[in-house]
């Protein structure tokens, strides 16, 4: 496994930017299929984006499809999301996640990962 540390969260009004980035050390990641989550309070943790072990693929939730950009730097170890014309609805607890195998980004769930990181808060202003 891998520990993973997001940063980047804050609070943004309606149709502003932010950049996520997820730092992960213990073991290098190169191979590793990485998620974006994100949870609000009383609700699953849900599905954001995924991106393949190579970068060659990656898969968007429809909400934010568009609008959000997943991608990795193998030789910084970081995942990153670029979230553009953020809504309210946007909001919450986002997580990146890491799993050693190559998981299908298209039908990836939160159940499929095994590394997580603690969580960054985004707080989306209307």
């Known amino acids: 496994q891998v520990q993973l540390v997001e940063s980047g969260g804050g609070l943004v009004q309606a149709g502003g930017s932010l950049r996520l980035s997820c730092v992960a050390s213990g073991r290098t990641f190169v191979s590793y299929t990485l998620g974006w989550f994100r949870q609000t309070p009383g609700k699953e943790r849900e599905f954001v984006a995924g991106i393949s072990w190579s970068a060659g693929y990656t898969y968007y939730a429809a909400s934010v499809k568009g609008r959000f950009t997943i991608s990795r730097d193998n030789t910084k170890n970081t995942v990153y999301l670029q979230m553009n014309s953020l809504k309210p609805e946007d909001a919450a607890v986002y997580f990146c996640?890491?799993?050693?195998?190559?998981?299908?980004?298209?039908?990836?769930?939160?159940?499929?990962?095994?590394?997580w990181g603690q969580g960054t808060q985004v707080t989306v202003s209307s």
């Open positions: 996640a890491a799993d050693s195998r190559r998981l299908s980004i298209m039908t990836m769930t939160s159940r499929d990962f095994t590394s």
